[in-house]
């Protein structure tokens, strides 16, 4: 216990020092972790397996972490920030229509999946639905952004539809959910290295949504 309590102190000590090898260190094991989790599953792999992989033993990798949580939300958080960041930046932006905006976060959308790969695949693939029901600060603050996020993408349909851009018998809740279901989906599929591009991926998802909802000549 009284070893634990040191560790713990000199990882608080160490993070608030911020120094640029322990950041890199830290940096380096939410990668190892993040490809580990995808590999095998959050919760099948252990902090001796992120250990193994990122070799060091496990008493060194308390140094640096608590806990296999807090490397996944360390490489969650920032991601979720960024994009709602993005997101208002686009719904508030004078000039594109509705449609020209949804293309743009959807882009934005579908980029961040391949910078952040598999970050935010394993939050997709494995605890999207355990962190809708975890009270913990952390789980309400990336249901909330989560949420804000859908939110926009709503209001941009929902201004679609009064334009006259957009069907008015398709419910946009249903539609949202449909549209994030493509875009969520692609965790079974997407490789950064594969032969589409994430750009070139939402291009075709927006042509056959926008098909799909746009009204008639």
């Not at 949580?69 to 594109?96: M, S, T, V, Y």
């Not at 229509?97 to 949804?102: E, F, G, W």
């Not at 042509?207 to 799909?212: H, P, Y």
Request: proline residues 4%; hydrophobic residues 40%.
């Amino acid at each position: 216990m009284e070893q634990a309590s040191n560790i713990a102190r000199r990882r608080k000590s160490a993070l608030a020092d911020g120094s640029p090898d322990y950041t890199a260190k830290r940096d380096e094991l939410v990668q190892v972790a993040s490809r580990l989790f995808k590999q095998k599953g959050f919760k099948a792999t252990t902090l001796n397996d992120i250990a193994k992989e990122a070799g060091i033993d496990r008493a060194t990798i308390y140094y640096y972490v608590a806990s296999k949580d807090e490397l996944f939300q360390e490489a969650i958080g920032g991601i979720l920030n960024a994009n709602i960041a993005e997101a208002e930046r686009i719904l508030k932006e004078e000039g594109p229509d509705p449609r020209a905006k949804l293309e743009l976060l959807l882009e934005v959308l579908m980029l961040s999946y391949e910078a952040n790969y598999p970050h935010m695949y394993v939050y997709i693939q494995e605890l999207m639905h355990d962190v809708a029901r975890d009270s913990s600060p952390w789980a309400k603050l990336m249901v909330k952004q989560t949420r804000r996020f859908e939110k926009i993408t709503m209001l941009l349909i929902a201004e679609g539809v009064a334009q006259g851009m957009f069907r008015e018998d398709i419910p946009i809740r249903l539609a949202v959910n449909g549209l994030f279901g493509m875009f969520n989906w692609t965790h079974r599929w997407f490789d950064p290295q594969g032969k589409k591009s994430a750009r070139e991926i939402a291009q075709v998802f927006c042509t056959i949504f926008f098909d799909g909802i746009s009204q008639p000549a």
